[in-house]
């Protein structure tokens, strides 16, 4: 009996030795406090510089004014003023040229002239006048100097001469035809300044930036779908626009147009459009960057990092000294507390001590800061810690477990590849920037595009990823 009472007695005092008494089995109640606690504060969205060269054909607004001015350009039907009626109808196509900063058109012209002659032989002579008409062909060579006003609205100035085509004018006095060029030249050098002022107006009609750039501004303020598997779109809020000088060189009208603006690319529904803005008067500037920049923000949520980390964890066993502790993880769930990553684990473990085992369970928390690993293109994190609630918990249950070695082990191991990602993301940028058609006569087209990813950022819903894409974008005039 003395034997069993001693062993008895042994017994109570190894147990009364532990930390928590006789206690065989402890279960883990850590609170995940509110995800919306402490929200970190997003950055300031940055503008974006949006560069699209627009080039506009001579050929093409050669073919506008073709096609717009026929027939009669102009008529004078008062002979009272300065004894000279004329009507003046395009004779063939007319050309341009654009070179030297100036935009030069030919136009072959008929002109149908008649004209009075008065003579006084002498003061008590009786009045001798003739009124004749003729009919002959002038070739008008002008040269344009374009300029954009603060509205975009194109004011052209115009100077220029004629040159005598193959019919001169004539007059015919029986046998005799005179040659009225000398007499007719000064009078229609006068009837030319109109007709330049009228050629200022079609000019300035038939390049109707205003109208194209309103509706190139309102279009871009469309939310446009880049990837329709992903459901990705790219919402661009313009703020301002920035023009280069008007060029005229080689045969082409060309300018940079640089639009300030606040880019997203967003995943999930359609974005909500707001009213568009109206075109704001731009402001000229000399040079524009060569390539857009497109500064991007891309949210991953925290169910699809939460997914992604359950493959990777849920159910892995971790062992301790050579299989004195153990810890298995049953779940996983990822949350955001203010700038940090908040883990939640659901877990169960041993430990032993002496020949007795100590069993747990239940939930532990862990925070972490997440970083971008560029060579990984992954999504990491570091510095995890215990929350202080489990750090109290751990202390009279596991207290192994508040060693580096777990820590460490859960650090390499919590990866989320995020290449696929930026590999949709650029291929969405790259297919669906390729071409799109803004309205009748523009495309908008996006090539070469780089992908950088530059900051993480903790939100309340996921964790967003800035990135800053490269590119090329242009706007072409069909």
Not at 156 to 176: H, I, Q
Not at 186 to 195: E, G, R, T, V, Y
């Amino acid at each position: 009996m003395r034997g069993h009472s001693l062993l008895f007695y042994v017994s109570v005092l190894f147990c009364l030795c532990l930390p928590t008494g006789c206690q065989k089995s402890t279960t883990l109640k850590a609170t995940e406090p509110e995800v919306t606690v402490a929200a970190q504060p997003l950055p300031e969205p940055q503008l974006s510089t949006i560069t699209l060269p627009i080039s506009i054909p001579v050929t093409a607004l050669e073919g506008i004014l073709n096609q717009e001015l026929t027939g009669v350009i102009y008529q004078d039907d008062n002979l009272q003023d300065d004894d000279l009626m004329v009507k003046v109808t395009k004779a063939g196509p007319l050309k341009l040229k654009a070179e030297f900063s100036k935009l030069s058109m030919e136009v072959p012209l008929r002109i149908w002239a008649k004209g009075r002659w008065q003579w006084n032989a002498c003061e008590l002579c009786k009045r001798i006048q003739k009124t004749e008409e003729t009919e002959f062909e002038v070739t008008v060579r002008t040269e344009s100097r374009l300029q954009l006003q603060p509205n975009y609205t194109l004011k052209s100035y115009t100077n220029g001469d004629f040159a005598w085509g193959n019919r001169k004018p004539t007059l015919s006095l029986g046998p005799l035809n005179l040659n009225l060029a000398p007499f007719i030249e000064s009078k229609l050098k006068a009837q030319l300044a109109p007709m330049f002022l009228l050629l200022d107006q079609e000019l300035q009609k038939r390049i109707p930036l205003p109208t194209y750039l309103s509706l190139a501004w309102e279009q871009l303020q469309e939310p446009l779908q880049l990837n329709e598997q992903y459901n990705t779109w790219l919402s661009i809020e313009p703020q301002a626009v920035r023009l280069t000088p008007l060029e005229l060189q080689q045969n082409q009208l060309s300018l940079q147009v640089g639009i300030d603006a606040y880019i997203k690319v967003l995943s999930g529904q359609k974005p909500t459009q707001a009213k568009p803005a109206a075109l704001p008067n731009y402001t000229p500037t000399r040079t524009l960057p060569p390539v857009a920049q497109l500064n991007i923000a891309s949210d991953i949520s925290y169910s699809y990092l939460t997914q992604v980390l359950q493959k990777e964890l849920k159910g892995q066993d971790f062992s301790f000294e050579g299989g004195k502790h153990q810890l298995t993880i049953h779940d996983i769930t990822i949350s955001g507390k203010g700038t940090k990553l908040l883990l939640a684990l659901d877990v169960s473990g041993q430990t032993k001590a002496a020949f007795l085992k100590k069993k747990f369970s239940g939930k532990v928390l862990l925070q972490a800061t997440p970083f971008y690993e560029a060579a990984t293109q992954s999504i990491k994190v570091q510095n995890l810690e215990y929350t202080l609630q489990t750090r109290d918990q751990l202390i009279n249950t596991a207290q192994w477990l508040l060693q580096n070695r777990f820590r460490t082990e859960l650090e390499k191991q919590m990866t989320v590849p995020v290449k696929s990602h930026l590999t949709a993301l650029r291929e969405a940028l790259q297919t669906g920037l390729k071409e799109n058609k803004l309205q009748e006569r523009f495309l908008l087209r996006g090539t070469n595009f780089t992908l950088d990813p530059d900051t993480l950022y903790v939100t309340p819903t996921g964790v967003q990823t800035r990135f800053l894409a490269s590119g090329q974008l242009t706007l072409s005039f069909q």
